[in-house]
Every structure is written in C-alpha cells, then in structure tokens.
C-alpha cells in the first residue's frame, strides 16, 4: 500500500484514482476544477486545496492532465508538486500524453528535487481505465520502475518498460500516432461508404471481421454507423490533434518521417476549423458530412 497523490481527475484521472483507491492505496486527489476532485471523496480520497497540499508524505505523484501547458503549471508552478515534502524516495510519475521534450526536463527537475521519475504511459479509454484493464507504457530506472509497477497494478492490463526515462513516452507518441491514422482513414473510408450509398452498419460489420479489424476500427465504426458517440465526450478531436503533433515533431526530430501523422493531423484539424474540436474523435465523420455533405 502507497500513499499516492494523484493530480488530475479528467477523465482519466478519475478513473485511475478509483482504482488505485480500489487497490488498497492511500490516495489524496487534486484537481484544478475542485468539484472533479471533490466527487472522488465518496470513493476514499482525500482531496488537497493544492499540488503541493496532495504531494505531502506521498510515496508517488501521478499527473494525469492535458498537455505541456497544464503538466507544467501542475509540478512547477506557484505550489506545484515539485515545491511540496514527499517521501524520501517518492517517484514522480508522469502519465499524461505530453512531449518528449516535456518528460525529459520533468525527469530532471524531479531528480534536482531528490525525487525519483518515471514516465508511465497509458493506452485506453476511460472505461478500460475504470475497469483496470489499461496498457502503461514505462520509460525510467530498472529499480524505479519495478516499484511504480507494483504501485499502478490497479489499473494495469500490461506493463511494458521501454528504457530510460521518456522512453515510455516515446513508445506512446508513436502508438497514437498511428492510432490517429487509423481512426482519421476509418472516418474517410465510412464518409466514402455513406458518398457510394453504401449501408454504414453493413460496412462498419465489413470492416469489423476483415483484415481491417483494428480495435480502433471496430469500435469507431459502430459509433459512425450508428450515430451514437460517446456520451459524456471521452476523446475530442482536440486532443486527437495535440497527441499526434507532440508525435509527429517527435518522430521527425529523431530523424523518422510521419507524412501519414502529418495528414491525420490535417482531416481531424478540420473538426476543429468547423467548431467541432471538443466533440468525440469519432463524430469525425459528422465534421466531413458538413464539409462535403451527405451523399456522393
Ligand atoms: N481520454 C482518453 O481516452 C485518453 C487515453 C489515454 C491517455 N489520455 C491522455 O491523458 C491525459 C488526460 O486526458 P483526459 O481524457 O483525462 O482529459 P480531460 O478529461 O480533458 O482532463 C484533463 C485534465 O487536465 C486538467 N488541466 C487542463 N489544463 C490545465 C491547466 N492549465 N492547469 C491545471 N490543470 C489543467 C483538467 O482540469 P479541469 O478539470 O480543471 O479542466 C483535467 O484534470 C491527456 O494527456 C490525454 O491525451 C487520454
């Protein structure tokens, strides 16, 4: 059992701060908007007026938020995490979708406070993450990481340790790019159907049992073949576009090319041009129903 301050009760975070309460961990919760944090109480958490108040004692600092901008703000802003008492060998933990660049210098400034870093990835929707069944892409020391790994058993499908620090991070920019890619030519594949007067539901099935049958293909497609996306929002196409530019500046910083996350960037971006960017990643083909119409 950890004593663990998790800061961020998104979506996400929520969820994972459910099931690390679940699994027997002391859990103080943080939240920018204080109301998310407040509705985890009933589950067992405590909650902290600020990041600095959460990471008081704690073994482990999780930051489930955003982007660069809110991860920033959270750990070293006016009382960030890095400003508060942890434990003596706490490991800070970093899970949100952020840069590389980002992970790097957060594994620094952790490690100038005394604190151990680990980035700890993950892969899956909020309802994996409420029901524990998430992938953690790992990156940081072989010792740091086999604790953080007893730690996030709650809510651990898999755990794979890519290397150093960032590596974790590494490995999931370049998973999510290429699940953009998926989804955004699944939603120009379903818009073509729908232009040849092809039934949505009968080519969703299609697409489900063929050699296209990615999970992100088979759950998409009934969402654009039925018209029922998730309810509340559970991935916008706004942050579709954050993951895959930290993923595609990533990719070619190192010297790679990512012309097909450069393009995936470009069909969700126009979601965001008609007004649409906090609507679900899959009412993509809504986005295009507007831009092109209906029928072909
Ligand atoms: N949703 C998914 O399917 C999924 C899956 C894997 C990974 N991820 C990644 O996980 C991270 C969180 O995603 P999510 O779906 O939980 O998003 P979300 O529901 O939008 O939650 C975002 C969190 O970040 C906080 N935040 C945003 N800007 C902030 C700022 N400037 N200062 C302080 N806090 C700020 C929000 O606080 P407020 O409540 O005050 O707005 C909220 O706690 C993202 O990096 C995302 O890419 C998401």
């Not at 998104?10 to 109301?35: E, Q, S, Y």
């Not at 974790?168 to 955004?184: E, M, P, R």
């Not at 009968?202 to 999970?215: D, E, L, P, W």
Request: proline letters at 3%; one cysteine or more; charged letters at 20%.
């Amino acid at each position: 059992m950890a004593k663990i301050a998790f800061l961020g009760a998104g979506n996400m975070g929520a969820p994972m701060t459910r099931c690390l309460l679940k699994g027997g961990h002391l859990v103080t919760v943080w939240n920018r908007t204080p109301d998310k944090a407040k509705a985890l109480e009933k589950d067992g958490a405590k909650v902290a007026a600020t990041p600095k108040a959460a990471v008081e004692g704690a073994d482990a600092i999780f930051t489930m938020l955003t982007d660069d901008t809110a991860c920033r703000a959270v750990w070293t802003g006016p009382d960030g995490a890095l400003s508060g008492k942890p434990a003596a060998r706490a490991i800070a933990i970093e899970s949100s979708t952020v840069s590389n660049a980002w992970v790097k210098e957060l594994a620094a400034l952790a490690n100038a406070k005394g604190l151990r870093f680990v980035d700890c990835c993950v892969a899956g929707r909020p309802d994996a993450a409420e029901a524990g069944q998430l992938h953690v892409f790992a990156g940081g020391g072989a010792e740091e990481v086999a604790d953080a790994k007893t730690i996030v058993v709650p809510f651990t499908k898999s755990f794979t340790h890519f290397g150093a620090a960032g590596m974790g991070n590494a490995f999931k920019l370049i998973y999510n790019v290429l699940g953009a890619i998926q989804v955004s030519a699944l939603g120009e594949a379903m818009h073509a159907c729908e232009a040849a007067g092809i039934d949505l539901k009968a080519a969703a099935h299609a697409f489900s049992i063929g050699n296209t049958n990615s999970g992100h293909v088979i759950r998409h497609a009934r969402y654009m073949a039925t018209g029922q996306h998730e309810d509340p929002v559970q991935f916008s196409a706004k942050n579709r576009v954050k993951d895959i530019m930290y993923g595609v500046e990533f990719i070619e910083r190192i010297g790679s090319q990512s012309r097909f996350g450069r393009t995936a960037a470009d069909v969700f971006g126009q979601s965001l041009g008609i007004g649409m960017g906090d609507a679900n990643d899959s009412e993509l083909i809504d986005a295009l129903r507007k831009i092109h119409g209906k029928q072909g």
